[in-house]
T-cell receptor, first 114, second 112 residues
């Protein structure tokens, strides 16, 4: 157990629907990062939150949004889902700021859009 | 901007063979460097790291040395096992709140 908890582990939904992925960071970590991993595009950074504030944005679609709550858990909302959104979505947390700290990853949510 | 380049896979080896996975980076300043491993169906796990030039990170028989002069952080293992079959990601992180920048990953397949 890495200490980063992601739910649900698997999600199957239809095109056009909306889903919410949840992440609880490791105790003491203030930063949360979301990544999308698909077969054809590798590991893509989506967005980062630090202590409730958005810190950095990557290749996140406008149909996707995220937030970090006062208890530091984070949610990634995916709407108007398309077949191409099927992927593994990882959450990671980190001690910030600092260069010497890596991320601790959750085990991911596998999203299948049918 | 910061970037990481890894050798393309898959790398296919027999058990007990020597492993090298090349990683080079481009970054401003003095980044920290990391290797992550992803086993099938799992998330990424930190394998080792190095935070300054000439540091050697090591874990589970894997090693990598931070070479500033060649901007490299190659992963090595003297004798691989079937259980080492996984995808390996090289990554760097610069100062402050900078995110980790990952390479594209290298798949390692070890056969008995």
């Amino acid at each position: 157990d890495s200490g980063v908890t992601q739910t649900p582990k698997h999600l199957i939904t239809a095109t056009g629907q909306r889903v919410t992925l949840r992440c609880s960071p490791r105790s003491g970590d203030l930063s949360v990062y979301w990544y999308q991993q698909s077969l054809d595009q590798g590991l893509q950074f989506l967005i980062q939150y630090y202590n409730g504030e958005e810190r950095a944005k990557g290749n996140i679609l406008e149909r996707f949004s995220a937030q970090q709550f006062p208890d530091l858990h984070s949610e990634l909302n995916l709407s108007s889902l398309e077949l191409g959104d099927s992927a593994l979505y990882f959450c990671a947390s980190s001690v910030d700021p600092g260069t010497g700290y890596g991320y601790t990853f959750g085990s991911g949510t596998r999203l299948t859009v049918v | 901007g910061n970037s990481v380049t890894q050798m393309e896979g898959p790398v296919t080896l027999s058990e007990e063979a020597f492993l090298t996975i090349n990683c080079t980076y481009t970054a401003t300043g003095y980044p920290s460097l990391f290797w992550y491993v992803q086993y099938p169906g799992e998330g990424l796990q930190l394998l080792l790291k190095a935070t300054k030039a000439d540091d050697k990170g090591s874990n589970k028989g894997f090693e990598a040395t931070y070479r500033k002069e060649t901007t490299s952080f190659h992963l090595e293992k003297g004798s691989v096992q079937v259980s080492d079959s996984a995808v390996y990601f090289c990554a760097l992180r610069s100062a402050g709140f900078q995110k980790l920048v990952f390479g594209t990953g290298t798949r390692l397949l070890v056969s008995p």
